[in-house]
């Protein structure tokens, strides 16, 4: 089994910073592609950011030049810097890996989701 922990959410007003982490823990696995989704109240759960393990990244449109993501592929984690947030960011993020090996297997992964609010 492999677990995705989130941290680095919270209340922030506009135009603020936070910074989230998203570690992968378990034996035996090896991740690819990585990334981060959000679901505000109300709304469908919508790509925010992915990262391959080489580091090519792709952002939602409603991010970009906002929010950076990397990973540290040696400790198995992603992060996602959020600068000058709005208040339409406010949503529940969760971290996803979606194709990760174990074996001769391939599974999704997320995780149990952080709260970002962010107040005008």
């Known amino acids: 089994q492999v677990q995705l922990v989130e941290s680095g959410g919270g209340l922030v007003q506009a135009g603020g910073s936070l910074r989230l982490s998203c570690a992968a823990s378990?034996?035996?696995?090896?991740?690819?592609?990585m990334g981060w989704y959000r679901q505000a109240p109300g709304k469908q759960r919508e790509l925010v950011a992915t990262?391959?393990?080489?580091?090519?990244?792709r952002y939602a449109d409603s991010v970009k030049g906002r929010f950076t993501i990397s990973r540290d592929n040696a400790k198995n984690t992603v992060y996602l810097q959020m600068n000058s947030l709005k208040p339409e960011d406010t949503a529940v993020y969760y971290c996803?890996?979606?194709?990760?090996?174990?074996?001769?297997?391939?599974?999704?992964?997320w995780g149990q989701g952080t709260q970002v609010t962010v107040s005008s």
């Open positions: 996803n890996a979606p194709d990760v090996s174990r074996g001769s297997y391939y599974y999704n992964y």
């Open positions: 378990g034996s035996a696995f090896r991740i690819n592609l």
């Open positions: 990262i391959t393990t080489g580091g090519s990244t």
